[in-house]
């Protein structure tokens, strides 16, 4: 460990403190110190070193106990909720938080299932990476038709800062030129298998309005000089990427911003504070500091800065606000509106469609790509809205070749069987669905009046449920899946939609509670994320969102918060903060 | 009928069943907390060096577990690879069943092991590991087929079947060497020219 970057103790006025490391914080961090602000970056967790702590990465399945699955018990007693998330596994569950000591309550008839990773680098190391430009359809959604407030943004605000962060990540994608999904600045896309050609040529032949395309991926499918000299290298297409990836070839906290961050000796890390709450001075209406509790044995400390970025995840940033209680701001910090806590969206992964596809039996692959395929939102604006619903969806999904999972379940008993098992199957596909969540004023976080956790913390009370806008896309998006796969003429089509057992949270892509909006009355943000009421307050991770918009929001995080921070020291520098 | 690698040891074993024996004395849960998460996941690591005979098992008894291996090595016999058995299925089974899955499933297991051994005594007068391999096959194939054994028999058995798959294929032997391994494939290819007596990839992202 490097003693002159992390800290405990210290008197020190920083110029910003950014808390949380993970995609949000390590953005902020990186942006503030490359303008030459002293950065503490407060995180909640454990330090996770670069490669070193990667400690499920490159074995087999046969060197874990359970051959990559995790104890019952072990489960039952830390891991219940975030053993729903499909990543969660042996190699991967010491970067999830432990949900015994993260405890949280639903109101009653709900649920929520918080997806947490509460450690350096955040959910940057357990995120899939697929990463899209959002467009002025989405920022137009709520305007165009009424539900939530109009973004104070829009695609040209934001366009030049996407071009920033995908030059520094890295995101491999390929040009599209299509309306609702900007393209960006790529690194080259990942490969289509054979099937997912010409599977594009026929949903393009019988669907006019839709479009087959590779996922983008934060991944480096061609490092740049700049991406080899971070110490990154090129995606070994392993696809075991939860785990760590020592080649730094996708984009985390640790491989990417972190290094940029260090490297300007501006960085200090505290680790193991947990912010309890903002300090703030009425006189001056500024935040002045931090209060945290020692993740391990609880003593508090307190962390002092002229400016304050939250990027402690979308529910983090929220809690600390509401947990920020003066005479001036009794129900939260900044929170003059109201509104903190409200509009609460997650995207809606509750449907689907999948199939065999005859023929293509010479046809194979050759490592374990990171990405899909993706059929991007055919509903992106009210003229093209399905009548039922408003908004849209995207379809993702991807081909393979059946392996002996998927064979282990046929009939057979010896030599024949198993070499039945080791050939290459049949091939399939499958679709699933990633749908718009409305914002609704219903939908909502909120201190719990008695439960605290350990650390003394008030814990989180949710109330946040699909709506019938929600359900009904659901139901649409499972028949369309379907209706484009026989029409590709594939065989034994099933389709599903599963909104009745999984409740929001699992696509793990909250947002909301802290909104921007240009009236100060019924939004927390401006369109810089600064909060309304306390100039030298930034929130800028999703917490910020007006509409959940169609596609994964973590790109979308990271330009607001680039941009934000360009926008902070422009007001600091001209001492208007 | 099966061979063994031999390898003992008594240090293994004892922790295993002062383990077992402490889950059976106050539960799970409780035996749980005394051990603190890790320790208890190293105590309790699964490893395939054992002897059969001196293992003791989790879940099933020793005789049980003679007919479980040879269900392995019948399902997925010794060819140009190693077997089922030989690649201890049966303990990995054993072990699986009772930390990773639910007690309805550990029953389940136990009796379609049970059964065979059963419906072997009775049609064929030896026990299932007795048999010829043929035979050993056949009782199998009619197992599937529902002949002698029931619909809720066969089901049980193709959950057992497929954890036996998992247990060949997620060994080493298994993803190495029966199917093709790529630890560090170097990139992705779309698209590469396949023919039917190739083997699989054995690297595979668990999700
Ligand atoms: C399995 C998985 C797959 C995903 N796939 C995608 C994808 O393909 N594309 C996409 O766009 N998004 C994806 N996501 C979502 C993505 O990971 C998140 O949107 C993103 O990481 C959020 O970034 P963040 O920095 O705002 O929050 P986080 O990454 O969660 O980081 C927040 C940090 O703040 C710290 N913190 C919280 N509270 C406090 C406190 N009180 N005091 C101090 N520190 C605190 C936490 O410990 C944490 O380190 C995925 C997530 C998961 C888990």
Redesign the interface.
């Known amino acids: 460990m490097n003693e002159k970057l992390y800290i405990n103790q210290t008197k020190d006025v920083f110029d910003a403190i950014v808390v949380g490391s993970g995609i949000s914080g390590g953005w902020a961090a990186k942006e503030l110190c490359e303008k030459g602000l002293k950065t503490l970056m407060i995180e909640r967790g454990r330090v996770v070193e670069h490669r070193k702590d990667y400690i499920g990465e490159s074995k087999g399945p046969w060197e874990f106990p359970n051959r990559t699955k995790v104890d019952n018990l072990l489960v039952e007693q830390q891991y219940k909720i975030q053993k729903q998330c499909y990543a969660f596994n042996d190699a991967t569950k010491h970067f999830f938080g432990n949900d015994s000591e993260l405890p949280y309550s639903t109101e009653e008839g709900t649920n929520f299932s918080w997806i947490r990773a509460n450690q350096l680098g955040g959910k940057s190391l357990l995120w899939h990476r697929q990463s899209y430009r959002y467009s002025d359809f989405d920022f137009n959604a709520n305007k165009a038709d009424g539900h939530g407030n109009d973004w104070p943004i829009r695609y040209k605000d934001l366009s030049q800062w996407y071009s920033h962060v995908e030059k520094h990540i890295g995101v491999s994608g390929a040009k599209e030129n299509l309306p609702q999904l900007p393209d960006g600045d790529f690194l080259p896309p990942f490969e289509f298998t054979a099937p997912e050609q010409a599977f594009k040529q026929s949903l393009e032949a019988n669907f006019p309005d839709r479009k087959l395309i590779i996922g983008r991926a934060a991944h480096l499918t061609k490092p740049s000089e700049f991406h080899i000299s971070q110490g990154r290298g090129q995606c070994m297409a392993r696809n075991e990427c939860q785990k760590g990836c020592s080649f730094g070839a996708y984009f985390s906290t640790q491989s990417s911003t972190l290094p940029a961050a260090v490297k300007t000796n501006n960085l200090h890390i505290a680790p193991n504070s947990v912010v309890h709450s903002l300090i703030y001075d009425e006189v001056t209406n500024k935040v002045k500091g931090v209060r945290v509790i020692d993740n391990d044995d609880l003593s508090t400390r307190e962390y002092f800065a002229k400016v304050i970025f939250l990027c402690a995840s979308t529910l983090g940033s929220t809690q600390i606000m509401l947990n920020s209680k003066s005479s001036k701001f009794p129900n939260g910090i900044a929170n003059s509106s109201g509104v903190l806590g409200h509009y609460l969206m997650d995207h809606n992964y509750n449907a689907g469609a999948s199939a065999e596809i005859e023929g293509f039996e010479d046809e194979y692959y050759s490592g374990r790509s990171p990405t899909g395929i993706y059929i991007p939102n055919f509903y992106y604006e009210p003229s093209k809205y399905n009548k039922k619903f408003v908004r849209g969806y995207a379809l993702a999904g991807g081909t393979g070749r059946t392996d002996w999972r998927g064979k282990a379940w046929n009939k057979g008993i010896g030599k024949d069987f198993k070499k039945h098992l080791t050939q290459a199957g049949k091939w399939h596909i499958s679709l699933g669905a990633q749908g718009e969540m409305l914002p609704r004023y219903e939908n909502m976080i909120s201190l719990h009046q008695t439960k605290t956790d350990k650390w003394g913390i008030p814990q989180l009370h949710i109330n946040c449920q699909w709506s019938d806008n929600e359900k009904l896309m659901m139901e649409d998006a499972a028949v369309q899946a379907e209706n484009i796969l026989i029409k590709a003429g594939y065989s034994n089509v099933t389709r599903y939609t599963s909104y009745h057992v999984n409740a929001p949270g699992l696509a793990i892509h909250e947002v909301g509670t802290a909104r921007m909006g240009k009236d100060p009355a019924d939004s927390i943000l401006n369109g810089y994320n600064q909060t309304h009421d306390i100039p030298n307050l930034f929130v800028t991770d999703g917490a910020s969102f007006c509409s959940s918009a169609v596609a994964n929001p973590s790109l979308t995080f990271m330009a607001l918060t680039a941009r934000a921070v360009n926008y902070c020291v422009n007001e600091m520098n001209n001492h208007r903060i | 009928m099966t061979d063994f690698s031999k390898n003992t040891s008594i240090n293994e074993n004892t922790r295993r069943s002062f383990l077992k024996q402490l889950t059976g004395a106050i539960g799970?849960?409780t035996a749980?907390?005394l051990l603190s998460?890790n320790n208890?996941?190293?105590a309790?690591?699964?490893n395939d060096n054992k002897e059969l005979l001196d293992r003791i098992p989790l879940l099933f008894s020793k005789t049980q577990l003679i007919t479980l291996a040879s269900i392995c090595q019948?399902?997925?016999?010794k060819?140009d690879t190693l077997g089922g058995a030989d690649v201890d299925c049966h303990g990995?089974i054993d072990?699986?069943l009772f930390?990773?899955?639910?007690e309805e499933e550990q029953q389940n297991s136990l009796a379609i092991v049970n059964k065979i051994e059963t419906i072997s005594l009775q049609y064929f007068g030896h026990s299932f590991h007795k048999l010829e391999c043929e035979i050993q096959?056949k009782v199998?194939?009619y197992l599937?087929m529902t002949k002698h054994f029931s619909s809720i028999d066969s089901n049980h058995f193709?959950s057992l079947?497929?954890l036996i798959?998992?247990?060949y294929?997620?060994?080493?032997i298994g993803?190495?060497k029966?199917?093709n391994?790529?630890?560090?494939?170097?990139?992705?290819?779309?698209?590469?020219?396949?023919?039917?007596?190739?083997?699989?990839?054995g690297?595979?992202?668990?999700?």
């Open positions: 799970a849960t749980y907390s998460g208890l996941a190293i309790l690591a699964y019948t399902i997925i016999p060819t990995f072990h699986q930390h990773c899955h639910t096959t199998l194939n599937e193709k079947k497929a798959v998992f247990g294929f997620t060994s080493e993803a190495t029966a199917l391994y790529q630890a560090v494939p170097g990139g992705y290819k779309g698209s590469i020219p396949y023919n039917e007596n190739a083997k699989s990839w690297s595979l992202s668990y999700y």
